[in-house]
């Protein structure tokens, strides 16, 4: 008897699956408020040199601002102040509409900035002076913050599957906590950077064990749905971060208010049941039986476990297996998972680079960062409960496929569209982050679904790994504006379009059984006898 069998005994979509799901809710709203959390976190108010060092007597310090500044600091070609220069000495001829300059060279500020503190109190920029010739550095925070994510990714998908979803799972809750505390008291750049790492590291164990958890307790027929609600928490921590990120301008208060979530997570986590299909994949038996009975309680189908016995499970569970220790070499031995951890790898980079170039570029839209966010945010419950259909009815390659090209096209779209023209512009790369959304939304799902039992934490640890490479480099990648204006774009939308086309060599999922064993994947896929019969 498989394991997929055992769950439609027990009802594979029931209160104990809710009770599973709601427990989780609590760490993966925490995702997104620390994954998006540079967009205000990071954010680069306003700002212009200190000029009170030209200060050279009564006819400076009896000017008003307007005129300190006109005199101070040099305009650019658009008739704003300079952010990055000012004059050596105080050009008062520009008080009478003279523009000539007394063969006085602009210089690099002297003396530090001055930010404008409407919007946000403070900032990592503001707090360091991460701006100008230091620009890199603001933008290195996210990059540094997911190559920790990229590490913790194969690190935590490696560990839980040689000792357990949830014991790992309460190591992240706990390191995650810790380190995202140690980086809101940081006294220096380098020891926040750090922290940042760190944080990273931890948060991927939460990311990719809460999913596979989850998606190994629901049965075949219910799998698009449970990775549909479990995404949702995604939009929801979204909405969390514009509001907590409103109400909170300064940003050491706002990390803390971001990783708050985690408290109830680590209470709640004494509830989380542990993943009979992995005790059954290693051997365990007598746990998995345990928890099946539990499952099986919760679901009112106690009179079902007649026939479930520890036998039964072990006859089940290919037990000469369940000893031996894979790890990530194991995903390209033999050659159909090669070929799938080859594609799977290069789609998922695709997903999170694109996702994240959209996601962490909310300033570049004509709107103010908090309502971008929002509508961000918004459009992905309607976008994702449409996924929902599109799955059940096309499958998970066609819809992955799909979702990346469209999101390319949309970013192709946005490269014609002038910058006054914000409405336009704002509603296609809603328009992109919401099918960016999707991608990503499915890829989850999908991946979940390729790879087997035995290595699929070490599978999502992989891809994770991957796509974190890609979200390190997504920031970095507006940096290129420098060189062609539009050379992000092009960029991101090559990579979409690319991706999209691999994930259609990818083999489709819908309403297959999931796979034990690395065997299972070097043999044609069993469908599930709805699909058959719909044949």
Known sequence: MKFDNVLSEINGFGKFQMKLVLIQ????????????????????????????????????????????????????????????QMFSKPQYQHLSGSNSTEDTLAVQCQNGWVYDNSTFKSTLATEWDLVCSRKGMNKATATIFFIGVMVGAPLFGFLSDRFGRRPLLLVSYLSSMMFAVLSAFSTSYIMFVIMRFFTGMSLAGISIISIVLNVEWFSIHHRT??????????????????????????????????????????????WLPESARWLMAKGRIDAAHHYIMKCAEMNNRSKCMAAITPMTLLESAETETGDKKYTIIDLFRTPNIRKLAICSGIVWYGVAFTYYGISLNI?????????????????EMPMKIGVYF????????????????????????????????????????????ALSEASFTIIYLFTTELYPTVVRQNGL??????????????????????????????????????????????PETLNTQLPEFIQDIEKPRVQSTRRKEIQ
């Open 25 to 84: 809710v609590f760490s993966r709203i925490t995702l997104p408020c620390h994954f998006l959390l540079n967009n205000f976190m990071a954010a680069v108010p306003a700002h212009h040199c200190n000029i009170s060092a030209l200060d050279d007597g009564d006819n400076f310090r009896n000017l008003t601002l307007e005129k300190k500044l006109a005199v101070g600091i040099p305009a650019e070609q658009d008739g704003t102040l300079s952010s990055c």
């Open 225 to 270: 749905f449970s990775g549909i609600i479990i995404s949702l928490d995604w939009t929801l921590g979204n909405w969390l971060l514009v509001g907590i990120a409103y109400c909170i301008n300064e940003w050491r208060m706002l990390i803390l208010a971001a990783t708050s979530p985690l408290i109830p997570a680590i209470i709640a986590w004494r």
């Open 461 to 506: 640890g992989y891809t994770s790994f991957i796509a974190r490479l890609g979200v390190s480099i997504s920031p970095l990648i507006m940096l290129l504006e420098d060189v062609w204006h539009l050379l992000p774009a092009v960029t991101y939308c090559a990579v979409a379009v690319g991706s999209g086309l691999v994930a259609s060599l990818l």
């Open 390 to 433: 599109i799955l059940e009815k096309v499958g998970r390659r066609p819809g992955e496929a799909g979702a990346l090209l469209l999101t390319g096209l949309c970013l192709l779209i946005n490269m014609f569209v002038a910058k006054d023209k914000w409405v336009i512009r704002t509603s296609v790369a809603v328009l992109g982050k």
């Open 363 to 379: 300033t570049g839209f004509g709107l103010n960062p908090y309502l971008t966010q929002f509508v961000f945010a918004s459009i």
